[in-house]
C-alpha cells in the first residue's frame, strides 16, 4: 500500500483535565490564606521584636505595598532586611523562597523554605513548596519522600499525588509509582491518560497478564468507551500478536459492528499489511457511518492525498462517500479538489474548489486555488470575476489584486487592469519576486494601450526586482517587438533571455522577430529556422518563418509556410490575406 494514516480513536483527555478550574481555585485559595497569615504573624512578630517595633511594621507592610503593586525587586529588598531583624520569621521566608523559586534562584530558594519549614513543620504549604523545589533542583530522593508525607496528610490530592509518582520514576521506583497510580485512578476515575501512563509502566516491568487482565477489566466496566480495547490493541501491535489482533478486533465488531473507531481499527490493520481491498472495504463502511465526524473523515483523507500520487479510484470513492453524508460542508469540495489537482485534472479540480465556495466564502485559500486554477486554465473572463468577489472579503491580499488585474488586461479591461494592479503592489510587503509580477503586468497594461514609455518603465521595474526571470525578458522584448518601439531595449532583453535558458523556440521566435523589425532578415532567418525545428507544430512560428522568407524575395516558399501556420490552427483574419494575395501584411499590435 502507499498510504499510511494515523487513527485517533482515544487518548482524547488531558492529564486531569476534569480537575483544573479544581486545582486553580485550590492554588488561589492557598494564595489568599497565605497572605493572610503573613500579615497576621507578621504582626505577632513585631510584637515579639525587643527594642524599637516600628521600623520591621513598617519594612514589612511596605514591602507588602510594593508586591501588590508589582514592584517585586523592592519587596524583596525590604523582605531581606525584615530577616535580619528577624530570621525566625517563617511567614517571611516562605514568601522569599517562593520568589526565589519563581526566578530559578533554586539555592536559595532551598534555604529559605529550609528554614521556613524548620520553624514550621506541621504547615502544609512549606512542604509543598520545599518538595516542588527539591524535585525541580534534581534532589528526587527528597522529594519523593517530602511528596509522601503530603500525600499522606491528603491521600486524595491529585496534584500531589502526580507528583510524587514523577518523584518515584526519576528514582526508578517504578512499582511505587504504579501503586501512586492506581490511588488517582481510584480517586479521578480511569482517565484514559492515566490508564495509558499505568500500562506503559506495567509494559517497562514486563508486566504481561496485568496489561491484558487490567485493560480487560476496564472494557468490561466501561462497554461504551473505546479507549481501552484501543490500548489493548495497540498493546498487541506491539508485541506483533497477529492472533490476538484479530481475535480482538472481530470481538469489538461483533459487540458494534457499525462503529466507526473499530472499523478504522480493522482498516488500519489491513493497511498495514498490504490488503488493499480489506482496507478500502473497512474505510467505506466507517465513511459511511453518521457517528465518525467530518473531520475525521477529512484528516484520512488529507493522509492518502499526501502519499498517494497519483490517488487510487477507491479513493475517490471514499470522496463521494464523503459528499453523501456531508454534502452540505466546503471542507468536502475543498478536498475533492486536492484530490483531482493530484492527479493532474485541473478543471474538475476548478469546480470542487468553485463548489466549495458556495458554502464557505471565508476561506482564502479555497479562493486561491479558485484564482489560480482559473488563470492556469485561460478562463480570463472567470478569473475577472472570481477576484473581484474575492476582494470583497480580503480587501488587503496582493495576491487576488494581482488576479483581477490579469483578468481584467486579458479581458480587454485595461484601465480597470491598471487600477488593480497600482493598489495591489501597495499591498506587497518585502516581497521582491511578487512586485516583479505587479510590474511586469503594468508593463503589460501600458503597452496594451500603447503608453511605451510607462511600459518600458515597468518592466524594467520588474526586471531589477527579478533579473533572472527568462519568461518576463522574452515577453518583454516580444511586447517591443509587435509594437516596433524600443528596439535596441529588446535585442538586449532576448539575448538575455537566451543565454538564461537556451534553446527555446518561443525565445529563439522572439529573437528572430526582433531582429525582423530590424530588417536584419539573414539573421531573424537563422533564428527563425531553429525555433521552427524545435516546434514545427507552433502556428505563430511558422507564420513568422513565413514572413521572413517573404522579406527575402522567397514567395512561394513563404505562402507555404502560411498555408502552414492556417493548417496548425491559425485562424487570423490577417493571415488569410497573406494566402490568397501572396503579399505580406502588417498586423496592427
Known sequence: MKFFWHITLFLCFLLFAGNTAL??????????????????????????????RTPYKAKFYEALRLKTVGDYNGAVALFEECIKMNPKDDAVLYVLANFYAGNRQTTKAKNYIEKAYSIDPDNIWYLELLAYIQQNSGDYDQAEESYKKLTDIEPYNLDWLYYYSEAQLYNSNIKGAISTYDRMITEAGPIPDLVHRKIEMLVDQGETEKVVTELRGLMNEYPDSPEYAAMLLDYYKNLGKETEIISLLDEMLEKDPNNPHTLLAMADHYNSKGDKQKTYEYLKKAFASQALEIDSKIKLLIDIHDNQNPIDQEAFELLEILIKMHGADAKTYSIQGDFFLKNGNRLEALEAFRTALQFDKTKYPIWHETLYLAFMLGQYENLYQDSKAALEYFPTISNIYLFAGVGALSTGRTDEAIEYLTIGKDFVVKDKLLSAEFDFYLGEAHMAIKEYDEALTHYENAL?????????????????????????????????????????????????WILFRKSDYSEALVKIKKAFSLSPKSAVIAEHYGDILFKLGEKDEAKELWLTSRDLGNKDEVLERKIETGEYYERNP
Open 23 to 52: 486545582a486553580q481555585k485550590k492554588k488561589r485559595d492557598k494564595k489568599n490564606k497565605t497572605e493572610e497569615r503573613i500579615r497576621e504573624e507578621a504582626k505577632e512578630s513585631a510584637l515579639t521584636l525587643p527594642g524599637d
Open 464 to 512: 531589477s526586482e527579478d533579473p533572472s526571470n527568462a519568461v518576463y525578458l522574452n515577453n518583454f522584448a516580444y511586447k517591443l517587438a509587435v509594437h516596433n518601439v524600443h528596439l535596441d531595449e529588446a535585442l538586449k532583453a532576448i539575448q538575455s533571455a537566451d543565454r538564461i535558458s537556451p534553446d527555446q523556440p518561443n525565445f529563439l521566435d522572439t529573437y528572430a
